[in-house]
């Protein structure tokens, strides 16, 4: 399963922590999901997810504030004895001593962010997603082309890192060669990126490593991308039939989620470059709601009817 270690969400999220004798490295969270003790302060405790991050905003904070001593000891040594990983106070609320005594004798890690609760929420959640996402490694190679996110792959020396080069040299840029990391953060989006130790280079065979980043600067590299389109190499076939219009998309499945797909045979003379840019552009323009297959195919269905049409008179 997924972790993330509460000590990089302590750097990521810049918390101050107020308990600094605690190891954060050994503290693992496993959800994106976090949740507000709203209801475990008034008591209420069954369903209560203790595995959870908990945020302890302005709402939570003034009702504390109005219990009673004793009311404070109990409701806190009973929240403080589920296996919590942390409470986070927004808006630089400071806890009271009696939650700082309590949450030190369970060991709990209590931290503070400057944030609003909401702005916090938000950006820990979409964090949290990210890293915690299903992920699986594709063989291929991930370009940002024009702002879509192009995934190209083929069998071993195909050249998908020489089509890679020239669209780096084209002005666009390269996530990540050979691996990529493919992260499912929702049912519609795929992120890419690269792995820590082959971020930047490119294998190019016959040459070597190069670094991307070095040779054509930090604007030719990013660091993840989503996946917007997928790009399969291959050798070119003279008894297969290739798709020549475009009517029907095909697609490819990663952790469950469909991409749009298109086989590209190779042979001498075919600039991948620029059938890649010429594959991005056209998907984007999908999107945006222009087919160019559904035009021409409409004019040419009109120009039957009205060769039809003529006929009949």
């Not at 949450?103 to 503070?112: D, F, G, M, S």
């Not at 059938?275 to 269905?301: D, F, P, T, W």
Request: hydrophobic fraction near 40%; glycine fraction near 6%; charged fraction near 30%.
């Amino acid at each position: 399963m997924a972790s993330v270690s509460l000590e990089k969400i302590v750097e990521k999220m810049k918390l101050v922590s107020l308990t600094p004798e605690i190891d954060f490295k050994k503290i693992k969270i496993t959800q994106p999901d976090i949740n507000r003790p709203a209801l475990q302060m008034a008591g209420y405790f069954e369903h209560f997810d203790a595995s959870r991050l908990q945020i302890i905003g302005f709402v939570e904070y003034t009702y504390m504030e109005n219990m009673e001593e004793d009311r404070k000891r109990e409701i806190y040594d009973t929240f403080m004895n589920y296996d919590i990983p942390g409470v986070v106070f927004c808006r630089e609320l400071q806890p009271d001593p009696i939650f700082m005594e309590i949450a030190k004798a369970h060991n709990i890690p209590v931290l503070v962010t400057q944030k609003s609760t909401s702005a916090f929420m938000a950006e820990i959640i979409r964090w949290l997603n990210v890293k915690l996402a299903p992920c699986i490694s594709v063989h291929g190679v991930l370009v940002d082309v024009y702002g879509e996110g192009v995934l190209i792959t083929g069998e071993s020396g195909i050249g998908k890192s020489e089509a890679a080069l020239e669209l780096i040299k084209r002005g666009h840029r390269l996530v990540t060669d050979d691996v990529v990391e493919l992260r499912k953060v929702s049912d519609d989006t795929l992120i890419g990126s690269a792995p820590e130790i082959t971020k930047h280079f490119i294998e190019l065979r016959g040459i070597g490593i190069v670094d991307v980043k070095a040779l054509f600067g930090a604007s030719s590299v990013r660091d993840t991308q989503s996946i917007d389109l997928v790009i399969r190499l291959e050798d070119w076939d003279k008894d297969k039939e290739y798709d020549r219009l475009g009517l029907e998309e095909n697609y490819v499945e990663y952790l469950g989620n469909k991409v749009v797909c298109h086989n590209i045979p190779i042979r001498p003379g075919r600039n991948l470059a620029i059938i890649c840019e010429s594959a991005a552009v056209n998907h984007r323009q999908k999107k945006m709601g222009y087919n160019a297959a559904q035009v021409l195919y409409s004019r040419v269905q009109n120009s039957l009817a009205r060769k039809r049409d003529e006929e009949d008179e």
